[in-house]
């Protein structure tokens, strides 16, 4: 077994880039998200190499980079406001250009929903495999599934609430 | 049994196993309502598919060898990072091994026994700490001020006789030289004095017209100094050699 092809990496780059997009809401720190993921892929060797197993591995290691990037930076936003006495903002949807309804509510659901519907009902992986992405348990992907899709659809209906507000990051 | 929540979004999603999915489908049959929620569900999920699909990429696409090449640069960070450190260690290590030597060959193995027996050794009478002829006089003499170190050896089947003893004081603490003199006025010396900077092997050397062997215990370092150009001097030299080797 070896490293990831050329064409590999060509063939899953649309749909890491979309998934890093989703989960930063920045194309900024999407694009240094995917490289870094690509960067930390190159060095090992996938354990399987059809498409949609490869897939999910390199979503688990971007999924790794990201909670291990939003640790880093939550730390240093804790810092900061000790020092500053200021909360610094938070990352937005306003760098991202969102011309669809659907996008822009889909948009403002708390990340750990976002990611769940990207996997399992955007990139079509199943329970298991999303199970292991995120590291968590399968009924943990159910119960996560099934709220997320409720609070879209209340979005969608029109009946928007505001954010629940405990974080869920 | 009426099937939860989630059992409606396995089966949605083909995650059912067939006894859910059996439970799932009657349930909806039976119950037009959550039919029409499980569809608005689906159309939903379809609608988000197509909307990402419909989204435009605005994110960079390097060429694969973009992040071969990155690998590449990372990998070679960090080895170059593991040279400096292994040359570092080695350059300080060298250099330490350098600096050793070159305070070894400043400081000649006992040198200062050889200078101590040079002062002494000579016929004129320097004046001695303690004038003595009898051995035990000596001995405790010595035992007074180096605890734990081995007295002056008796000499005298080799016909030397203690003269006198003289201490001396290095930067390491005292040390003393014991003169032995043979009756045609051939002088010896024991030297003894503490082990730092370093234990001395045993060992020997020759310094102009004497002769230098020496030693340690776990104490001191100790040496005798005989003359080169004295026969007599042989047997003692042998039978240091002999008891220390």
Same mark, same amino acid.
């Given at each position: ?39 930390? #892929? /190159?060095?090992?060797?996938?354990? &399987? ?8 591995? @390199? %979503? =688990?290691? !971007? ?24 909360? #610094? /903002?938070?990352?937005?949807?306003? &760098? ?8 822009? @509510? %889909? =948009?403002? !659901? ?41 609070? @879209?659809?209340?979005? !969608? ?13 | ?245």
């Amino acid at each position: 077994m070896s490293q990831l092809t050329d064409e590999e990496i060509r063939d899953v780059m649309p749909h890491l880039q979309r998934f890093a997009l989703w989960l930063t809401r920045n194309p900024h720190s999407a694009d240094d998200l995917v490289q870094s993921c690509l960067i930390k #892929a /190159l060095t090992r060797t996938p354990q &399987s190499r059809d498409e949609q197993s490869l897939r999910a591995w @390199l %979503f =688990a290691i !971007l999924y790794r980079q990201f909670i291990d990037g939003e640790r880093r930076r939550k730390r240093y936003r804790t810092l900061l406001a000790f020092f500053t006495g200021e909360e #610094a /903002l938070s990352s937005s949807t306003e &760098s991202m250009a969102i011309a669809d309804d659907t996008l822009a @509510l %889909f =948009a403002t !659901l708390p990340t750990d929903y976002r990611v769940i519907l990207l996997l399992v009902s955007v990139e079509g992986l199943s329970y298991k495999e999303a199970a292991e992405t995120l590291d968590i348990p399968l009924g943990t992907v159910m119960s996560r599934l099934s709220r997320a899709r409720k609070l @879209l659809h209340e979005k !969608l209906e029109g009946k928007v609430k505001p954010l629940p507000l405990r974080r869920l990051k | 049994m009426k099937p939860d929540e989630e059992d409606l979004h396995a089966w949605l999603d083909g995650e059912a196993d067939d006894a859910t999915a059996r439970r799932v489908e009657r349930y909806l049959a039976e119950d037009p309502q959550a039919a029409g929620r499980v569809a608005e569900i689906r159309y939903e999920m379809q609608l988000l598919r197509q909307a990402m699909h419909q989204q435009k990429q605005t994110l960079e696409t390097p060429e694969p060898h973009v992040f071969r090449r990155r690998v590449r640069q990372q990998r070679q960070r960090k080895l170059a990072l593991a040279c400096v450190l292994v040359l570092s260690l080695s350059v300080g290590g060298f250099t330490g091994w350098q600096l050793k030597d070159s305070q070894m060959a400043g400081h000649l193995p006992m040198e200062d026994a050889v200078q101590a027996y040079k002062l002494f050794g000579n016929a004129t009478l320097t004046p001695m700490d303690v004038v003595a002829s009898q051995q035990n006089e000596l001995a405790s003499w010595v035992g007074r001020y180096f605890i734990n170190g081995n007295l002056p050896p008796n000499l005298e089947q080799y016909g030397f006789k203690p003269l006198g003893a003289r201490l001396i004081a290095t930067a390491q603490g005292p040390a003393a030289l014991v003169m032995y003199q043979d009756p045609h006025g051939t002088r010896v010396a024991w030297y003894i004095r503490p082990l730092s900077p370093v234990k001395l092997p045993h060992g020997e050397r020759k310094a102009e017209d004497v002769m230098a062997q020496y030693w340690s215990d776990e104490h001191y370092n100790y040496a005798l100094v005989t003359p080169l150009d004295a026969a007599a001097t042989g047997d003692v030299r042998k039978a240091v050699a002999q008891v220390t080797g």
